[in-house]
């Protein structure tokens, strides 16, 4: 008779790529780390799955990344430390674009039944990389582990798809998994193509989660991080901060890093007790070709363009149905200024402005440098900044509805607000850890 109380070993796959780049003119005085998994959110669900304190989901973990933890070559957070020490708890560093290193990810120790869950949170993130960096360190990357976790019978593989996407409206409705939405760029494509790569993997247990603009504590990346970053400096320069895009037109969806752990823990439980066939059935969705048709021949594993790929989806976002407008007001007013536009003319002006980027960030990062020189005690260094890129600073259109997961999983959300409740959670676990400046 089987045991049914017996606890699942899981892996979590985080970022195949080289750890650190520096952004110029400010590579001195602070670095700027662009992430892969342990800066998104797989430690967010490795403390779910063996919280500090509390009963492990996991009888064992091993999480699989580029970065060395011990000494730590990128920002980890102070709490994750201590997950490590865990005894469930392995870490491995590797890199992921080599198949050995991904086909020995799987082998359990000595010791410990196979892993029966995988969570992929792997994926280029940088938009300036070229075409073949995307393909290689992203759809490849992912396409090795999901045929891994296809030989190995995996019960459960869960990707994490960052919100790369155009949903194309200037209202506040959202849209749900079967409406066909634009991946935006060269790496929104290959993200986009690797969802379909993973689909056309025979006997992958595969569930996408398609997740808004993710943020919480000790979360660094992504674009909310990076705005109650730059709105902290207008509330301590007593000056409005501004944006170029007009108001209440851009969908900005969030999600609460909790919740995206919280999604992919109820998901895999879900796919783990249904599998492929059965949860195609209930929540699979047709993933369509957004490439160039000549691709096909030229990259390995990407299906023909006219081949039906169906794999189960869920959006994953939180209750806020925020926008550009709603993230700037909640941001600010937590710092006690205002989220303003600048005038038709002055974004004329900024956008025809071959430096706009640079114009337009002289101001709040030196206003970050100078809190960060002015707190007590002075900060010298920290894995945030103040510096917003050309991405950052684009037009952003993601609305998603969030009913489906509710419905058919009866996922309940852990953080259904972007709210100052949440932002002042996000900046006090900073300030106790060292990396958020202190000027009362």
């Known amino acids: 008779m089987a045991d049914t109380t017996k606890k699942p070993n899981a892996i979590i796959f985080g970022a195949p790529t080289s750890p650190f780049i520096r952004l110029a003119d400010f590579s001195s005085v602070f670095p ?8 998104t959110c797989s430690r967010a669900l490795a403390a779910l799955l063996v919280p500090i304190d509390g009963e492990p989901l996991v009888s064992h973990l091993r999480i699989v990344d580029k970065f060395s933890v011990h000494p730590a070559t990128t920002y980890v957070g102070a709490e994750f430390p201590k997950i490590l020490e865990k005894p469930q708890v392995e870490y491995k560093q590797a890199n992921l674009t080599v198949a050995a290193a991904v086909e020995s990810s799987f082998d359990p120790p000595e010791g410990q ?3 029966d869950y995988v969570f992929d949170f792997t994926g280029e993130v940088r938009h300036d990389r070229t075409e073949m960096i995307q393909i290689n360190t992203t759809c490849n990357v992912a396409r090795m582990i999901g045929m891994e976790a296809a030989k190995r019978q995996i019960k459960a593989y869960v990707r994490v798809q960052q919100p790369f996407y155009d949903t194309g409206t200037s209202s506040k409705s959202s849209h749900s998994e079967k409406e066909d939405i634009k991946p935006v760029d060269t790496l929104g494509i290959w993200w986009h193509e690797t969802l379909r790569m993973l689909a ?3 006997n992958l247990n595969l569930i996408i989660l398609r997740i808004g603009f ?3 504590p000790y979360t660094d990346f992504g674009i909310v991080a990076s705005g109650i970053t730059v709105a902290s400096v207008y509330g301590y320069l007593r000056k409005p901060m501004k944006s170029m895009w007009s108001p209440g037109k851009n969908p900005n969806n969030t999600v609460h890093v909790d919740d995206v752990a919280g999604a992919s823990w109820a998901c895999a439980e879900w796919m783990a007790s249904l599998g492929r066939k059965a949860a195609d059935s209930l929540a699979g969705e047709e993933i369509m070709f957004h490439n160039d048709k000549k691709k096909v021949k030229e990259v390995e594993g990407m299906p023909p363009h006219d081949r039906k790929l169906i794999a189960p989806m869920f959006n994953v976002v939180d209750d806020s149905n ?3 407008l709603s993230i700037g007001q909640v941001a600010t007013s937590f710092f006690g200024t205002t989220f303003e536009f600048f005038s038709f003319v002055e974004t004329t ?8 980027v ?3 960030n002289e101001h709040h990062v030196s206003g970050w440098i100078e809190m960060l020189q002015k707190s007590n005690p002075p900060i010298p260094n920290t894995p945030l900044s103040a510096y917003m890129d050309k991405f950052t600073l684009s037009k952003q259109v993601v609305a998603f509805s969030n009913t ?5 999983v009866g996922y309940q959300l852990k953080k259904p607000h972007f709210d100052h409740d949440t932002i002042r959670d996000v900046v006090d676990k900073w300030k106790e850890e060292g990396s958020w400046p202190i000027l009362e």
Do not use: C, Q, R, W
């Open 214 to 216: 993710v943020y919480g």
């Open 349 to 356: 002006v900024l956008k025809l402005m071959d430096d706009h």
């Open 358 to 360: 640079e114009d337009i």
């Open 113 to 115: 039944d196979p892993y």
């Open 404 to 408: 489906k997961i509710k419905e058919v």
């Open 200 to 202: 056309a993997i025979e």
């Open 32 to 39: 700027f780390v662009y992430p892969g998994g342990l800066n």
């Open 322 to 324: 925020s926008t550009l």
